[in-house]
Structure formats: structure tokens, C-alpha cells
């Protein structure tokens, strides 16, 4: 069995990380899940919170992201971000700014569709405090 496995984290506006790292930990939408060597194939919503890289046998990169799609194969995983952010580049009145503007913008939503843009930005504002407040047990 190897040792590590390659791992790619891209955002729309660039590859954000690419290496070899021995574990990634994934926000999923069904729960956090980790990911090691010769992990068994899966395809996976992300939800927002804190990705998080292993390396040496303790983690080495803690990254927010807004959600994405993650892919497993035994030798890879990858995830596509919808945004990603190392977690010291959040700001906490940003996210207070996104969830007060979001609950703004679902008292006026006038459709199904403005509704869900408004819920997911206040959670994603949420899942921001909550890394800021060291919301992850890693």
C-alpha cells in the first residue's frame, strides 16, 4: 500500500494545492470523511466548512471552503471548490456582512430560487464563524 496519495484542491480561479499528502479530510454533505491511500472510489458533495491536510502524521493545511464537488480514486482525490481559503484569510465581519445580507435578502426573496441563494449564503457566512471559532476538531 503507498504511503500517500496525490492531492488536488481547484477553485474557478486557480489550483490552489497540488501534492502528495498522506490524508485529506473532507467536509461532506453527509459528514466530514477522511481520505487515505487506496481509499475506495466515491463522489462526493462538499458542504462549507474546513478541508484539512495531513502530512507527518498531523495536519499541516486547514482550508475553508463554500462547497464543491470532491472525486476519490485510490490514488487521488480531488476536490473542486466553489471558493477555498486558507482559514487565517477569513475575516469575521465579513461573515457577519454575509449572513446580515443574506437574511436581508431572504425577507424580500420572491422565489423559491432567491430563497436558496439567500439560505446558502447565510450558511456558508455561518460555517465561516465557525472555523474562525476553531470549528474543527483537527
Avoid: N
Avoid at 45 to 67: A, C
Avoid at 102 to 107: E, I, V
Amino acid at each position: 500500500m503507498a504511503d500517500t496519495l496525490s492531492f488536488e484542491l481547484v477553485s474557478p480561479e486557480r489550483l490552489l494545492l497540488s501534492r502528495e499528502v498522506e490524508m485529506v479530510v473532507v467536509p461532506g454533505t453527509e459528514g466530514d470523511f477522511g481520505v487515505l491511500p487506496s481509499h475506495a472510489p466515491l463522489i462526493s458533495q462538499v458542504r462549507p466548512g474546513i478541508l484539512v491536510v495531513f502530512d507527518g502524521g498531523k495536519p499541516t493545511d486547514r482550508i475553508f471552503v463554500s462547497g464543491g464537488v470532491a472525486e476519490v480514486t485510490p490514488e487521488r482525490c480531488t476536490v473542486l471548490a466553489e471558493e477555498a481559503m486558507p482559514v487565517e484569510a477569513l475575516d469575521r465581519a465579513d461573515a457577519e456582512r454575509q449572513i446580515a445580507d443574506g437574511k436581508d435578502d431572504l425577507a424580500e426573496a420572491r422565489s423559491d430560487l432567491e430563497r436558496g441563494k439567500a439560505e446558502r449564503s447565510i450558511e456558508i457566512g455561518e460555517a465561516k464563524l465557525a472555523a474562525l471559532a476553531g470549528g474543527s476538531p483537527y
